[in-house]
């Protein structure tokens, strides 16, 4: 059983959890994630990692409830305690292994968060600074109270750019306009970009990239079931391969998938989603 040391609401209906798994924390790197597991007969849910602390022995995970399963995680309490929590999964990000820092380096880097995407794009932005390389950062949110972890953020980007859909706190908008500002008006030049949020966003953003040759990286979300690469469920189609977001990603080029056929897997189990929120809340 893992043990649920901080349990809370981050802002809006997105909830943070602090979890006491010193065996993922002492090998998880960004960009991986884990599949946790309320119990014996719980849904596998895939959730990104947002922070982990490998002396403290704990991860911190933010998510927000989208069906039966993640709702019913909401109900768990500090001191509570769940049947699984498996990881670390997937890939670490390229930008953050030790082995690319010399390339890293010569970079100007961007990263665009996305509502709660913004959590799994802390742990990639601290890890660069931890090594001397500090990004510029754009977090969009569609109002003011849904912006998470800017004070985390601003001690370790460089320039941090806050946008929201309805211009109730930042700059008024979404991501791909603060992009476009950025480079056209402000004088921004980019050699990379990591954009992760919902999937529209991530088609957006690569679509505005693309306009401007900047090489952009995406953290793919579909719909996972074993995250071992067994399943075939969490495939994506990238240029002209398929490959499986739980081995090969869940990092890959954005500016090569085919955003609308993921969009379309993601949206297949829908209505069953809602049908098990329904029952769950009778
Ligand atoms: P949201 O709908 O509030 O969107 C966040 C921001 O994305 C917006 O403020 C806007 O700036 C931008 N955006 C949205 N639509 C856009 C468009 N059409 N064009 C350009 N920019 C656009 O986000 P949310 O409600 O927090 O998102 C929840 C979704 O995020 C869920 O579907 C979840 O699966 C996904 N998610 C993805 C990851 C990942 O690893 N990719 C991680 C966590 C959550
Ligand atoms: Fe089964 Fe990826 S979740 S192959």
Not at 8 to 22: R, S, T
Not at 91 to 98: A, D, K, Q
Not at 187 to 201: E, L, Q, S
Not at 206 to 230: A, E, F, H
Request: hydrophobic fraction near 40%; aromatic fraction near 8%.
């Amino acid at each position: 059983m893992y043990k649920i040391l901080k349990a809370g609401k981050l802002a809006g209906n997105i909830y943070e959890m602090v979890v006491e798994a010193p065996r993922v924390a002492k090998h998880c790197l960004p960009g991986q994630f884990v599949i946790v597991k309320m119990d014996e007969v719980g849904e596998r849910i895939p959730l990104t990692i947002c922070d982990y602390d490998r002396e403290a022995g704990t991860i911190t995970i933010v998510f927000q409830p989208i069906g039966a399963s993640t709702e019913k995680f909401t109900y768990l309490k500090t001191g509570d305690s769940f049947r699984d929590f498996v990881g670390p999964l997937g890939r670490p990000s390229e930008l953050c292994e030790e082995e690319n820092l010399e390339e890293t380096r010569k970079k100007k880097i961007l990263f665009v968060a996305g509502g709660v995407g913004t959590a799994p794009v802390y742990p990639q932005v601290k890890w660069l600074h931890e090594h001397g390389i500090d990004a510029d950062v754009i977090i969009g949110a569609k109002t003011k109270e849904l912006v998470i972890l800017e004070d985390k953020f601003q001690a370790v980007c460089g320039n941090l750019y806050i946008t929201t859909d309805d211009g109730s706190y930042g700059r008024s908008g979404m991501v791909t306009k603060v992009i476009e500002d950025l480079v056209t008006t402000e004088g921004k030049t980019y050699d990379h970009c990591v954009a992760i949020g919902p999937m529209i966003m991530m088609k957006f953003c690569c679509l505005t990239t693309k306009k401007y040759n900047i090489p952009t990286i995406v953290s793919m979300n579909p719909i996972m079931v074993d995250g071992t690469g067994m399943c075939g469920a969490c495939r994506v189609m990238v240029g002209d391969e398929v490959k499986f977001a739980c081995v090969d990603g869940p990092e890959f080029d954005g500016h090569a998938i085919d955003f609308d056929a993921a969009m379309k897997r993601q949206a297949m189990y829908k209505t069953e989603e809602g049908r098990a929120l329904l029952k769950l809340r009778e």
